[in-house]
């Protein structure tokens, strides 16, 4: 659905635009509030007066960041209007990295995606090229959306182990040769807005998390498609580790007679056991045709009990190894996705018995497994969520309205 955009017929005084250098600790507050907040709410979170707050307020609301919410909180008298963030007050550009296709969208603030195209592109023309072809794809989007749009942040979802601060992928992954180019600051040059590169996984984690109406503290989300991956949640954070790489589950090691090869090159990997490629590598040796995770998923749905086998056998693996993850960060809720997850009950219930069995009670006691339900646009979310984040964190607010200020004063 279309925002509006702000409209610069009335332009801001110079006091105004002065006055959004001091703003950051405000807008980061209303940002981080998401359903909205009271004005005594904020005043206690910034510490500031009622008077200063107002004046910030008023700046920020002048140019468009801030606005009054419709609804309203009972506050032991009168009723209490909120204060949310504008979504129309600026766009967040997102890109999803696949195999063979990059799906591309803008969002407003909220995030909702306003417009998305799917572009091809091949891995082995190199980053350069794929960011080339990114770009142009988001010029074509903001071109149909129309008007000016102050672009916000970037996010990128990558199919790729990701160092998040540097921006950059490390294999193994699919993105053969993508090692170490600076994709983060190849987007931040090309666009002057910070960038969010992260993991897919980590990105769906994030998109199942805010889905959830409870959206526990502690959480996991695993996929379970061509490969394995997860990504945790804990205390209501995204968890990635010191270089980015916690949650990745695919390559926990168990070691047995006839272990199986993984493509990563070590022996036993859970990935080897269970992945969509190591089940149609055994379909392949029944005499079935599969090439990967979606013809598996074919042969579940045709009923072949070979297929149903070896997707049981794959969940009674992933229950050895969640059994250990369990064991170690105790999650409230565990989501299972990718393209596996159309199994249903055939994956999920040797999960639940494996883990059941393998944990103490106390771990499991509260503990629910569910299959995620598929979302083209999951990936794309989770990228706008965290760019978002990125961008009106405390530490990105200044800059943000800073960048903010030149884009009114440009108009």
């Known amino acids: 659905m279309e925002r509006r955009i702000l409209s610069l017929a009335a ?40 008077m200063t707050l107002a004046q910030r307020l008023s700046a920020l609301q002048a140019a468009g960041l801030v606005r009054e919410e419709g609804s309203a909180v009972p506050s032991g008298g009168r009723p209490t209007r909120l204060l949310g963030l504008d979504p129309g007050a600026g766009v967040l550009l997102t890109a999803d990295m696949g195999e ?84 983060g600051d190849w987007l931040r040059v090309r666009y002057d807005a910070p960038v969010a590169a992260e993991n897919d996984v980590n990105l769906l984690a994030i998109f199942e998390h805010r889905r959830l109406p409870e959206r526990p503290d502690d959480f996991l989300f695993v996929k379970m498609g061509t490969g394995i991956g997860s990504g945790i949640v804990a205390n209501g954070r995204l968890q990635r580790g010191a270089r980015g790489a916690s949650g990745d589950i695919g390559h926990m090691q168990f070691l047995e007679p006839g272990a199986p090869l993984c493509r990563c090159g070590k022996i036993g990997c859970f990935e080897a056991r269970a992945a969509g490629w190591a089940l149609a590598r055994d379909l392949r040796a ?8 979606r013809d598996v998923i074919a042969h579940v749905e045709a009923g072949r009990p070979e297929a149903l086998a070896l997707v049981r056998a794959a969940g009674a693996a992933a229950g050895e190894a969640l059994g250990h993850v369990v064991a170690v960060l105790n999650p409230e809720r565990i989501v299972i996705g990718g393209t596996l997850a159309r199994a249903g009950e055939v ?17 499991v006691r ?24 990125l961008a009106l964190s405390s530490a990105g607010a200044d800059p943000f309205l800073a960048r903010y200020r030149q884009w009114l004063e440009a108009a």
Not at 14 to 34: E, I, K, N, P
Request: proline share 7%; charged share 20%.
């Open 11 to 50: 332009p801001l005084s110079d006091t105004s635009l002065a006055s959004l250098s001091v703003c950051g600790s405000v807008l980061s507050t209303v940002a981080a509030a998401g359903e909205g907040i009271s004005r005594a709410a904020l005043a206690e979170a910034t510490n500031l007066s009622r």
């Open 366 to 389: 509260d503990l629910t497994i569910t299959a995620a339900l598929p979302v083209p646009e999951a990936s794309l979310i989770g990228a706008a969520h965290c760019a978002r984040e």
């Open 286 to 293: 029944q005499g079935l045709e599969a090439r990967d995770a």
């Open 100 to 183: 063979t296709h990059m799906r591309l969208a803008v969002t407003d603030l909220a995030p909702a995606v306003l417009i998305q195209e799917l572009v091809p592109f091949r891995i082995a023309d190199g980053p350069e090229a794929a960011m080339e072809r990114l770009a142009m794809g988001f010029g074509r989007l903001l071109a149909d959306l129309g008007g000016r749009r102050f672009v916000a942040a970037v996010g990128l979802s990558l199919p790729a182990p990701v160092d998040h601060r540097l921006g950059r992928v490390y294999g193994p992954s699919i993105l053969t040769g993508w090692d170490d180019f600076p994709l």
């Open 347 to 363: 994956l999920l219930r040797p999960i639940r018995e494996t883990v059941a069995r393998r944990c103490l009670p106390l771990a």
